[in-house]
């Protein structure tokens, strides 16, 4: 996905020059296959090959993932999906991530309270 979102609309070919360790052809061609029947891709007919667009935003597509593994990994809890990060990071943010996560932290708990 990194790749088509670079890239903005790329063909098998190019997804498959754009990774690391050339996997197969046909490899590239089940992965993008999947994506596009998960409604990650839509594709295009360009003459004879096949042209791979993303159907979301980086962004969006990036939430809806967190969402995934939020609920899959962490049983919906922000908490411990936070806590989980900060101890692959040995618990070292710097004091800009710090502020700007209290900043966040309250901009939900506002949004939390009933009107």
């Not at 994506?35 to 891709?41: I, N, P, T, Y």
């Not at 989980?84 to 932290?105: H, W």
Request: hydrophobic fraction near 35%; glycine fraction near 8%; charged fraction near 25%.
């Amino acid at each position: 996905m990194d790749i088509v979102y670079q890239r903005g609309r790329v063909t098998a070919a190019e997804v498959q020059a754009g990774l690391p360790d050339s996997p197969s052809n046909s490899t590239v061609r089940t992965l993008l296959a999947i994506l596009v029947g998960k409604g990650a891709l839509k594709t295009e007919k360009d003459g004879l090959r096949y042209v791979y667009r993303p159907t979301k935003p980086r962004q969006q597509a990036g939430k809806s993932a967190m969402r995934n593994v939020l609920e899959t990994f962490f049983a919906g809890s922000v908490e411990n999906a936070v806590a989980a990060l900060l101890d692959t990071r040995n618990g070292s943010i710097s004091g800009d991530e710090y502020k700007r996560l209290q900043q966040l932290i309250q901009q939900a708990k506002s949004e939390d309270k009933p009107s």
